[in-house]
């Protein structure tokens, strides 16, 4: 079956905020449609909304809170929270639908609106289709009467919640004493609970991105703009530098060098860990099209099975519960570690690699520098109108670059579905080959309607 979503991308609804689609009048029909399709059963129905630091959530929070208020369900309100945070207290406050307003790593103009289900889990493709049929259908006498409109109240305890449950994930007997970790928090949504989180476990903590004004998240702080967090390692002399994007769902890492780590090798290095430890579960782990093939060749030696699906976190844990495996992730960041979280959470995410570190006593660059990566170029493209990728000239680019390939390297052209960009990547043994490759099919692209 074909499933239209005009709405929905990859991660929720996105856009400009106050600019349709991201408009106070979409957040409201969503709130009463979402509330809706949720309301099954004759129990007292309850959503809980948390936001990022981005002004228009105060736009858009109430707007929600109308909506499901009008839809007859209770509403709890969270405040600035991280997306993984959302999603364990919806589960855990046996909410029937769980809410996060945010853009992840998208400046400030942007903002998004991201659901999930009450095992906590994100809606599926055909669930969110569903929410679109109805913002488009006339709801009015299927809303709730004056007697049983919903209420709202604010969650007091939810960052203290948060906090305990991440601090659980890390290994009883470990502590952090000793270490001095940076945490950049991208003036974004845990700019309060990660840095809690890492000084309650015994860190010295040097915290950075923790003044949101409403317009400053992800500006050159976070995970989309590492070389300061990496400076800043070098300058602290620390043991480790921890950065999140603007809702804490992903991450990067920096060594005491000072040195990058991406999400492939954070993957590696808790799929080795788990594995040793008798704990990876299904007979491998799940990452996307993007990840390095230097990951699954080193999977290999473990006797471990790389299994690859498009971007996008929602399909990585999709995938992850239809196989039995509790280990994914992105090159980006995500670490949906499913012993713990539903969702990609950075906080969890980096702890993991820190009980590693704490318990084999080694230091960050030993421990997190785990295979050798295929050279790889990633380029991104912002056009206007409609996708160049249909252009003549552009499905001309990509054949020839597949033939200059020639089945030595791999190529990956993708449409973001939650900016107006194209990325393109190529990896080959074969450095300068692949930067010519992507830097000429790029040229085309902008050609074609980039900008």
């Not at 609970?193 to 015994?202: Q, Y």
């Not at 991450?251 to 492939?264: Q, Y």
């Not at 995938?319 to 090159?331: D, F, H, L, P, S």
Request: hydrophobic residues 45%; glycine residues 12%; aromatic residues 4%.
């Amino acid at each position: 079956m074909n499933i239209v979503r005009r709405l929905f991308g990859t991660d929720g609804i996105r856009g400009t905020a106050n600019a349709d689609p991201m408009t106070a009048e979409t957040a409201l029909r969503l709130g009463q449609a979402a509330g809706l399709l949720f309301t099954r059963g004759s129990h007292r129905h309850r959503v809980l909304i948390g936001k990022d630091t981005r002004l228009s959530g105060y736009m858009l929070e109430p707007a929600l809170v109308a909506g499901f208020i009008s839809a007859g369900m209770d509403v709890s309100i969270a405040g600035p929270l991280p997306t993984p945070a959302i999603a364990m207290l919806t589960r855990s406050l046996r909410a029937d639908l769980g809410v996060m307003i945010s853009a992840s790593h998208n400046s400030f103009e942007d903002n998004g609106i991201k659901l999930f289900g009450p095992d906590g889990q994100k809606l599926s493709d055909g669930t969110e289709a569903e929410i679109e049929a109805l913002m488009s259908a006339d709801l009015s006498e299927r809303l709730a009467v004056p007697e049983k409109l919903g209420r709202a109240v604010r969650l007091e305890d939810a960052a203290g919640r948060y906090i305990e449950g991440a601090k659980a994930t890390f290994p009883r007997g470990l502590r952090l004493d000793g270490l001095r970790i940076v945490v950049d928090c991208a003036n974004g949504a845990g700019y309060r609970v990660a840095p809690a989180v890492l000084w309650e476990l015994g860190a010295d903590v040097v915290a950075l991105g923790i003044s949101p004004d409403g317009f400053n998240i992800n500006r050159g702080c976070g995970s989309t703009a590492p070389k300061n967090f990496c400076k800043e390692v070098l300058d602290q002399k620390a043991d480790l530098g921890i950065a999140l994007d603007g809702d804490a769902d992903r991450l990067l890492l920096a060594d005491e060098h000072g040195e990058l780590v991406d999400g492939d090798q954070i993957l590696a290095l808790i799929a080795r860990s788990w594995q040793r430890e008798g704990r990876l579960t299904g007979d491998g782990i799940v990452a996307t099209v993007m990840s390095n093939l230097g990951l699954g060749r080193f999977l290999t030696t473990l006797g471990v099975n790389l299994h690859r699906t498009q971007v996008g976190d929602r399909y990585v844990a999709a995938e992850m519960r239809a196989r039995g495996i509790n280990v994914g992730g992105e090159q980006s960041g995500h670490m949906i570690l499913s012993d713990f979280a539903t969702t990609g959470d950075g906080l969890v995410g980096a702890l993991q690699v820190l009980a590693v570190i704490v318990a084999e006593q080694r230091t960050a660059s030993e421990v997190c520098r785990v295979f050798q990566p295929l050279p790889q170029t990633l380029q991104s493209v912002r056009y206007v109108g409609p996708s160049p990728l249909s252009h003549p000239a552009v499905k001309d680019g990509i054949a020839e670059a597949e033939a200059r390939l020639n089945g030595a390297g791999r190529l990956v052209i993708r449409q973001s579905g939650t900016e107006p960009v194209i990325r393109v990547m190529a990896e080959a043994e074969n450095e300068v080959l692949i930067k010519s490759v992507v830097n000429e099919l790029c040229e085309k692209i902008a050609a074609a309607g980039g900008q």
